[in-house]
């Protein structure tokens, strides 16, 4: 396989994980500190990134190829606070965990109201709480 720059395997992802490396670092997941009235704040972000890529001969070997691809994500997740001598971390919200939350809550839920719903019928009584069926083989009335 040629070392050309576009259908170099190696190379592609060497380009791609320099390219991700620099968005990657205590920049992405902190933020430039903010200072007034005594009191430091620095946010912080949960930063997630991946790539892959790959290459080689086209099936019938006319050809070469390579491609590939990267991405990333950041979400802000709270702040650190600096006052004085006291340093706190101090959490956002996360909204899908609540409405996983309450999911989670709703279907315990049904189900607790399924098992504790009314007998139907005499359906949740016991063999022995029963009168005997005479027509019931191996009973008597």
Same mark, same amino acid.
């Given at each position: 396989m040629p070392d050309h720059p576009a259908t170099d395997p190696a190379g592609l992802l060497d380009r791609l994980a320099a390219s991700i490396g620099d968005s990657v670092g205590a920049g992405a997941v902190f933020g430039a500190p903010v200072t007034g009235d005594g009191v430091t704040v620095i946010p912080v972000a949960r930063a997630r990134f991946g790539f892959g890529g790959g290459g080689g001969p086209s099936p019938d070997g006319h050809g070469e190829g390579a491609g590939g691809g990267g991405g990333g994500s950041t979400r802000p997740v709270g !702040?650190? /606070? &600096?006052?004085?001598?006291?340093?706190?971390?101090? $959490?956002?919200?996360? #909204?899908?965990?609540?409405? @996983?939350? !309450?999911? /989670? &809550?709703?279907?315990?839920?049904?189900?607790?109201? $399924?098992?504790?719903? #009314?007998?139907?019928?005499? @359906?949740?009584?016991?063999?022995?709480?029963?009168?005997?069926?005479?027509?019931?083989?191996?009973?008597?009335?």
């Open positions: !702040v650190i /606070v &600096l006052r004085g001598d006291r340093v706190r971390f101090r $959490r956002f919200p996360n #909204p899908l965990a609540f409405v @996983a939350g !309450v999911l /989670v &809550l709703a279907l315990a839920a049904a189900l607790l109201a $399924r098992t504790l719903r #009314p007998c139907r019928a005499g @359906a949740c009584r016991g063999r022995d709480d029963r009168a005997a069926d005479p027509d019931e083989p191996g009973t008597t009335a």
